[in-house]
């Protein structure tokens, strides 16, 4: 039982954190309908901007840990969702109307030189570092396993929380939120009415960029290591993780990678580390054959 | 247009030099904040865990070469404020490289065929040539997927590796040789095509490519971790080279070059995989433009324009998917058999996603649906890439950008025309830009 609750928290953990990347994938798909494959790339520049920054600070002296991060989060925010911005500009926009695999092409260019980029700027040797945050609580009796919950994994899962609420909020509530609503039903209609689509885009790449830092952040925290492969498997997850969910979705992105998050910690814990990869694809072919537009997408109408 | 813009025309014109010169330095502050954390501060692990170390140079290299640059381009090609209406490749513009691929076609295959025997090409050459012949295949083959049934397939390494393992595993359980192997690994590498075609029949677009990235990585994973059986990221070693039909390429009197009276020599080997690999290249192409003419092809291009009039018409849609996929992953896996027989050696580093997306790439760059196209991307890319081996981590940042550049430039391929196949009483070239590709 201890083992088991051990591993939901786990499993929440690494969810939390591909949910967050996920909701970068379904907001672009819902507003453009590409696939933007570079998405787990900027998160991987999200997560050595954090290392960056964090470093930075720790020379300037700023050592109070809550005051740094807090620093780090709003700084590798801000500095990703330049990163996300100009990857809309230069490889996507010009390609709007374009015929639908060339954005695609482009967002998997875009993907080779992120990566390669990072690898040059920063080295290719993975970036190890010590653990920011320390400590935890244990629960359960004595002399048992007892079930631990870091520090680290409090910060992630509450980071998560607060900022699904905001970003629900601000889809839900501002004019920013509405304008994105709008462009998602109907482009052309929406541009007619006054909104200034390519704005609503652009900030739509910025909002879906510092979310997918603040992950990298977390993977950072969470895991002490960066390099610049994580944006590959981290991407292929999270965007799996937002069509389990039901692309288009942002709810459904949340669940999604809350639950590949489970099934990859439940699989290792139970049955095999090697096979995790296989059990969180295999779910989603299963969900798909079966519920072709997701858990809670909308079905796709067939227009004639 | 933006009200910004809008302004810019209606009033007098800025004066183009001063407007070009602010929108460079709004470039070149944004390749600012860009560069200096992430080019600025290398992370060093040192002995005291990680250390900054500035490296503020690269930093000003990087906003000059964008200042420069946008500032250049402001004043040639583009002009800020006045934005291009977007037209799509004139026709006529189609017409003419549809016609120039069309001369130049019959004479790369004259070149390819001799280049073995062509004065100065050294045995570096034959095995370039080897590789991007390898990658035409692939090109071809995954365009029968893609160009002509419309199915977008992230993972068709996979069928790839098929045929390799299969190969592989075939020749060292059963000690069969590549000529009986070949058909063997087309064989299998077709049956799961029909696989995975069977789970997504009723997915359509970016839901079909996330399932078939899905599976090629699943693929992948089983490779590497099935020990026992496929050898793990040892992959198998001592795979069988082919033989010149029964005749071994090895020096001594049974001997490939005893029975013809030549020299022995390692570069007859070469020579032999490369017109192997030609042969297998050209029956592919062939034919796929055989079935585009015959009713399974056209039920793929129908299929590929529109799904909905197709059921109406009474396609059944399922066979035509799955023959497709079939179809294309029976070519990969000839490619993988080679690609065996070719190295000797196979590990599961051979078939990672990267290769879907370069094949995957070479199709779109081409212009799909133009088998020339493909050819051309095939070798531009993987010759390029060869060339600049010595660049290493530099040369995948240009080949990144040179992927957005050709797709920003010609967003329909280089090649981006086709001949219909069916035609009223004329032949014409159809514009790319009226057929509707990848819409699955």
Known sequence: MEYFAQQLINGLTLGSIYGLIAIGYTMVYGIIGMINFAHGDVFMVGGFLALIVYLALVSLGITFVPLALMIVLIVAMALTALYGWTVERVAYRPLRGSFRLAPLISAIGMSIFLQNYVQVAQGPRVKPLPPVVTGGYQFGVPGGFGVNISNVQIIIIATTVALMTGFTLLVAKTPLGRAQRACEQDRKMASLLGVDVDRTISLTFVIGAALASVAGLMYLLYYGVVDFYIGFIAGVKAFTAAVLGGIGSLPGAMVGGLLIGLIETFWSAYFSVEYKDVAAFSILIVVLIFMPSGLLGRPEVEKV | ?440
């Open chain 2, 1 to 440: 247009m933006t009200v910004a813009e809008h302004d810019a025309v209606t009033r007098s014109e800025p004066p183009a030099f001063a407007a070009a010169l602010r929108d460079a330095f709004v470039a070149a502050l944004i390749a600012l904040g860009l560069a200096a954390p992430m080019m600025g501060l290398m992370a060093t692990p040192g002995p005291e865990g990680l250390k900054l170390e500035p490296h503020w140079q690269r930093v000003a290299i990087a906003v000059a070469v964008v200042f420069v640059g946008r500032l250049i381009l402001n004043l040639t090609i583009w002009r800020p404020g006045v934005r291009k209406p977007k037209t799509a490749n004139s026709p006529r513009t189609d017409a003419m490289l549809a016609r120039i691929a069309k001369l130049l076609a019959p004479a790369a295959i004259v070149i390819a065929v001799a280049l073995p025997f062509l004065p100065g090409v050294e045995r570096y050459t034959v095995d370039l040539g080897i590789l991007v012949l390898t990658y035409v295949m692939l090109g071809w083959g995954l365009n029968i997927v893609v160009g002509l049934a419309g199915l977008l397939d992230l993972g068709y390494v996979a069928f790839y590796a098929v045929g390799a393992y299969s190969y592989a595993l075939l020749a060292q359980h059963f000690g069969l040789g590549f000529w009986i192997c070949l058909p063997l690994a087309g064989i299998l590498a077709a049956f799961w095509g029909v696989i995975l075609g069977f789970p997504v029949l009723r997915l359509r677009g970016d839901y079909l490519a996330i399932v078939t990235l899905a599976f090629g990585e699943i693929i992948r994973i089983v490779l590497l971790n099935w020990y026992w059986f496929t050898g793990g990221p040892n992959g198998i070693g001592q795979i069988p080279r082919p033989s010149f039909f029964g005749l071994e390429f090895k020096p001594g009197p049974d001997g490939f070059a005893a029975t013809f009276g030549l020299q022995f020599s390692g570069l007859h080997r070469i020579i032999f995989l490369y017109y192997l690999i030609l042969a297998l290249a050209l029956i592919t192409n062939f034919v796929t433009i055989r079935l585009r003419r015959l009713p399974i092809g056209r039920a793929w291009e129908a299929l590929r324009e529109d799904e909905i009039a197709c059921r109406s018409l009474g396609i059944n849609t399922v066979t035509t998917k799955l023959t497709a996929f079939a179809l294309g992953a029976m070519f990969a896996g000839f490619a993988g058999s080679f690609f065996a027989t070719r190295q000797g050696f196979i590990s599961p580093e051979s078939f990672v996603f990267m290769e879907s997306a370069l094949i995957l790439a070479i199709v779109v760059l081409g212009g799909m649906g133009s088998q020339f196209g493909v050819a051309i991307a095939a070798l531009v890319m993987i010759g390029g890439f060869e060339l600049f081996r010595e660049f290493k981590d530099y040369r995948m940042i240009v080949f990144g950008a040179v992927m957005v550049l050709i797709m920003v430039w010609r967003p329909r391929g280089l090649v981006s025309s086709r001949t219909p196949s069916v035609f009223l009483k004329e032949k014409k070239t159809i514009a790319g830009a009226l057929v509707q590709e990848g819409h699955g």
